[in-house]
């Protein structure tokens, strides 16, 4: 019997040591992995804190020059701070009759407010007074009669 028990030993001493060295192998056989990929980021715009508005300017004319008042509002929470309006004609309704946009001019383009700017509590306003002229060209301007000017207005 104990050429069996021999056998049965080395057989389980044989399969003990494969056993370790599958395992051992297994412990260091793994894959490496790498990998790509993209993603984003988005930077939101926030939501208008300023609102800018303007009354109409009525009875322009070649050669005629007329006052509008520019209103900011401060539509926010909380206090917002306002050093610039920029103003600029955009185009006009008749530009595609001969009405020429370069016939109107508002000035100025850019109204300081000091330094360091107006600071506006919640639902505070600031004015701004711009002109809007019509320019007196060397040719019939009458493409431009009943044409409303579009003006852009931009506080920061």
Known sequence: MSLIKNRTRRATIGATVVALAMAGGGAFAYFTT????????KVENPTAKLEVTSLPVEQLAPGISK????TIKNTAE???RVSVLKAKITGNSKSGTG?????FK???ETTSFGATGVELAAGATQTAEVTVSMINAEVSQNACKGATVNLHFEAE
């Open 34 to 41: 790498s990998g790509e990929g993209t993603g984003e980021a």
């Open 67 to 70: 006052a509008d008042k520019v």
């Open 78 to 80: 909380g206090p917002e």
């Open 99 to 103: 009405c020429e946009t370069t016939w």
């Open 106 to 108: 508002v000035s100025p």
